[in-house]
């Protein structure tokens, strides 16, 4: 049980950096920016959901094996991530995103900030995939 959880906790950390890597610089580098940013609103979404679907399966199985704390822990703040950015955060970015294209001043400010917020939540999300990974590698 506890390779299926590294395995998927393998799989989301993967899905994660393939989509800030690859995915979102591709989408950058060949749309214009106004079909870009579209095309991402639309993704992200889907992004979040995927993560929230495997990040559940990661702490039901990490709960099932008895993984320990670490391991279950680690599952179920990545879980609770997904859905914060998903059903907040992203919402609030698109907000700020739509005031900021409409000229006004101060969102592009607020775009940036809660931007910034994303990426540092999906670095904590994959520091907590590779940790709980390696602990119960050498656990």
């Given at each position: 049980?506890?390779?299926?959880?590294?395995?998927?906790?393998?799989?989301?950390?993967?899905?994660?950096?393939?989509?800030?890597?690859?995915?979102?610089?591709?989408?950058?580098?060949?749309?214009?920016?106004?079909?870009?940013?579209s095309?991402?609103?639309?993704?992200?979404?889907?992004?979040?959901?995927?993560?929230?679907v495997?990040?559940?399966?990661?702490?039901?199985?990490?709960?099932?094996?008895?993984?320990?704390?670490?391991?279950?822990?680690?599952?179920?703040?990545?879980?609770?991530?997904?859905?914060?950015?998903?059903?907040?955060?992203?919402?609030?970015?698109?907000?700020?995103?739509?005031?900021?294209?409409?000229?006004d001043?101060?969102?592009?400010?607020?775009?940036?900030?809660?931007?910034?917020?994303?990426?540092?939540?999906?670095?904590?999300?994959?520091?907590?995939?590779?940790?709980?990974?390696?602990?119960?590698?050498?656990?």
């Amino acid at each position: 049980m506890q390779g299926l959880l590294i395995s998927l906790f393998g799989a989301l950390a993967g899905s994660m950096l393939f989509f800030a890597f690859a995915v979102a610089p591709t989408v950058f580098r060949s749309l214009p920016a106004e079909h870009a940013g579209s095309f991402l609103r639309t993704l992200f979404p889907r992004y979040y959901l995927w993560g929230l679907v495997v990040a559940l399966a990661c702490t039901l199985s990490a709960w099932l094996a008895d993984a320990g704390t670490v391991a279950i822990g680690a599952s179920v703040t990545v879980l609770v991530l997904f859905v914060y950015a998903r059903q907040f955060l992203m919402p609030a970015i698109n907000r700020a995103r739509d005031r900021d294209l409409a000229g006004d001043a101060q969102a592009g400010a607020s775009f940036r900030a809660l931007h910034l917020q994303s990426v540092l939540i999906n670095a904590l999300q994959l520091i907590l995939l590779l940790a709980a990974s390696a602990y119960l590698l050498w656990v």
